[in-house]
C-alpha cells in the first residue's frame, strides 16, 4: 500500500467515527443520555513473538487500563448504542533463557455503533462494528542493529456483546460477554530484512503498509466480566482473552494475553455546549 492509499484509509477510519459521533449529537439534540462508563486494571499473563526481532518465544507478565463507555444514540432510540473504549497496555517478556526481554507499550482507541435485540427477558445481545487505532511498539535489550519493532494499525471489527443481568434477594448483577474480531485493515511492517533506518530516513516506504485481512492477520478479542453492586459502588470483576497472528511481509508476530480483571461501574450524564441542564439536576458551580 502507497502513502496516498493509507492516507485515504485512515482518513476513512477518521471520517467514519467522527461522523458516528456528530450523528449521535445531532439526534440527541434536545434530550440527554445517561452513559455507562467502566474502568478496569487487568494483570496477568502474555507471550510474544517479534521474527523481526527474535526467533524465540518470550513469555512473561503484562497488565492495562482499560475504560470503556456505552451509551444511547438517542433518548428516543433504545436499539442502537454508541462503544467507546481507550486501552494502555504494558508488558514485559523474557526469552526461554531469560537472557533477553522484550519490553512492549500500546495504546488503542476503539469507537463504533451496536444494534441492541433483547432475545430474553433480562438478556440484551448487542450487534454491530467497531473501528480501531492502535501505536505503540517492542523494544528488545539485546539487539544492537534492529531493537525496535513499531506497532501502528487499523482496523475495522465486527463486535457482539451480550449482557445478562441476574437479580438476587438484595441486588442485581450483571454478566457481559464481549467478543470482537477484526476482518480488514492496514498495518505498518518493514519489508523482509529491511531496516528502520531505510524506511525513515531514506524514505523506503513501498510495501510497508500492507492492507490486512484473515489471511494476513487473525485477532480475536474475548472480555468476560460479572458487576456485584454494593452500597457505595459496583465492582466488577472479569477475565481477558486476546490472540493475535499477523503474517506480512515474509515477518510474523504472534501474541497471546490472558488477564484477570478488576474495576468499578457507573453511570453518569453530561451536558455539553448549549444545552440547558434540566432543573432536577443541580448544577455545582452555580
Partial sequence: MNNVTFRRFLFFLF?????????????????????????????????EYDSYLSPLLYKGTGFSLMDERVSFLSKKLNNLSKYTEFDFSASVTDNPTNTASFLSMSLRGFSGVHYHLRPLPRMSLLLGGLVNLELGGRYQNRNQNNPYSLLLNANLWASVMCYYHIPLR??????????????????????????????????????????????????????????????ICTF???????????????????????????????NFVTFKGKKKIPSEFRNPVE
Fill in 15 to 47: 471520517f467514519s467515527s467522527v461522523s458516528l459521533s456528530l450523528w449521535a449529537t445531532e439526534i440527541d439534540s434536545l434530550n440527554y443520555r445517561l452513559t455507562n462508563r467502566a474502568v478496569s486494571l487487568s494483570l496477568g499473563a502474555k507471550r
Fill in 170 to 231: 438484595t441486588r442485581t448483577l450483571t454478566l457481559r460477554d464481549h467478543f470482537s474480531m477484526p476482518f480488514v485493515g492496514v498495518m505498518f511492517s518493514p519489508n523482509y530484512a529491511q531496516t528502520y533506518y531505510e524506511i525513515f530516513s531514506e524514505g523506503h516506504y513501498d510495501g510497508t503498509f500492507p492492507v490486512t485481512s484473515f489471511g494476513s492477520r487473525f485477532q480475536w478479542r474475548n472480555k468476560l466480566s460479572l458487576d456485584f453492586p454494593i452500597k
Fill in 236 to 266: 466488577r470483576f472479569g477475565f481477558v482473552l486476546e490472540r493475535s497472528v499477523t503474517t506480512v511481509n515474509d515477518l510474523e508476530t504472534r501474541s497471546m494475553d490472558v488477564s484477570g480483571t478488576v474495576g468499578f461501574v457507573y
